[in-house]
């Protein structure tokens, strides 16, 4: 059904923008007018080149990879699909429904699109997976699971839960980090102002006594000279570091070597193994459950985590389950996953109950998450502290010293 953009004014004498899909421009004019709508213009939704509207807002979003917004988003309209088709609305119908209750143009405008794919014979989980920017192949994979077992309203609740365990997970890391992220940046930002206004004021009037000054403060004065003469220069200094660092980890030898020294740093690399194996866990016993096949399950269990050496681990178990092995040898032998984890994937596989033990797995590591990320916090508060405090007292120090020689000869 083609998808009409629309302007009419509304009985408040407002203006009101939109899409509508309905078969001819007339039919959508009507429907419009029995929302009490008034249009004034109304035309195709199509590109300029006639590409569909899918194409069209992938171009317009930088349709990629989804964001936090959008996980939300999805997290709860699919709550909303799985009601809407356990309470035994036909799927286009529900997709009707989510789009009225959609909660930005957007996404109102993606699932227009879906829901015109599916009434053309596409199925639902195709018809996702032309928007990438919203639907992650996970999402893909468990909504075709649940279509081929005609179980679908039941593995997106699943799926739902899934979604909001996973940004729950997200947001207590995120929460914990961002005490001492403010207290960086507002350090960084007094020393700045420190050494480019401050520290010139006073070392020009020591300047002026023409006597000898402590090294400490030659270097103070060296380094202030620098940041307010060529403060144009640390700024492209930065962007280069900038670049430089995102062209090594583009690369996927920079991106490997980078994600192996962060496992290896202490505290914090307990913390990303810890998450990464409670997202693995999650993640796998989701798709399992849900009916997809052990080998898919692992190849989308990768793309899930976000660090190169993990998703290369799992890479080899995928390899080796189409060799005809099982999940917890190459898991084993990789020395990247816990020794328990792999140790309980055995224990599943030989019981039988993998998606339990791995759901087991994933909330011991959960609980694991929140002791590891209170010990991050616990750490790296005092130590910023301490930095800080300490690059303050060696500028004050630098300040102090000849001020003090100067009273001494006075």
């Known amino acids: 059904m083609p998808i009409f953009e629309y302007k009419a004014l509304t009985p408040e004498g407002g203006t009101k923008k939109g899409i509508v899909d309905a078969d001819s421009p007339k039919d959508a004019r009507t429907l419009l007018r029995r929302q009490q709508l008034m249009v004034t213009t109304i035309k195709l939704a199509r590109s300029a080149k006639g590409a569909s509207i899918s194409n069209t807002l992938r171009k317009l979003q930088g349709i990629d990879k989804p964001n936090k917004k959008r996980n939300e988003q999805v997290a709860g309209i699919t709550r909303q699909m799985a009601s809407l088709l356990a309470s035994g ?40 997976a032309m928007h990438p920017a919203y639907f992650t192949p996970l999402y893909c994979s468990m909504v075709k699971a649940g279509e081929a077992s005609g179980n679908l309203d039941q593995v997106l609740m699943k799926l739902s839960q899934f979604l909001q365990s996973q940004a729950r997970m997200r947001n207590k890391v995120g929460a914990a980090m961002l005490y001492p992220m403010i207290m960086v940046g507002v350090g960084i930002l007094v020393i700045a102002v420190l050494m480019t206004f401050v520290v010139p004021k006073i070392t ?15 270097i103070l004065i060296t380094i202030s000279d620098f940041m307010v003469n060529y403060w144009w220069l640390c700024m492209l200094g930065i962007a280069a570091l900038i670049m430089c660092w995102n062209w090594i980890l583009q690369s996927d030898r920079g991106r490997l070597t980078w994600d192996t020294i962060k496992l290896k740093i202490p505290v914090f690399g307990d913390l990303m193994i810890k998450q990464s194996v409670a997202r693995f866990s999650k993640t796998l016993s989701t798709l399992l459950r849900s009916g997809v096949a052990a080998v898919q399950s692992i190849q989308v269990t990768k793309e899930t985590l976000d660090n190169k050496l993990l998703q290369n681990c799992l890479q080899d178990v995928h390899d080796q389950l189409l060799e005809g092995s099982d999940i917890s040898t190459p898991l084993r032998a990789s020395g990247v996953f816990p020794p328990m984890v792999s140790y309980m994937v055995a224990v599943g596989e030989q019981a039988g109950n993998l998606e339990d033990v791995l759901e087991q797995i994933g909330d011991t590591y959960d609980e694991e998450v929140d002791l590891a990320t209170t010990k991050l916090t616990s750490v790296i508060e005092p130590l910023v502290i301490v930095c800080l405090a300490s690059v303050v007292a060696m500028i004050i120090l630098a300040i102090v010293l000849p001020l003090m020689e100067l009273q001494k000869i006075s």
């Open 204 to 218: 020009a009037m020591m300047k002026s006594q023409d006597k000898e000054l402590p090294l400490l403060t030659e």
């Open 89 to 128: 609305i036909p799927l286009a119908e529900s997709l009707r429904a989510l789009i009225d209750q959609a909660p930005d143009r957007q996404l109102e405008s993606v699932f227009r699109d879906v829901r015109e794919r599916v009434t053309q014979g596409l199925s639902l989980g195709d018809a996702l």
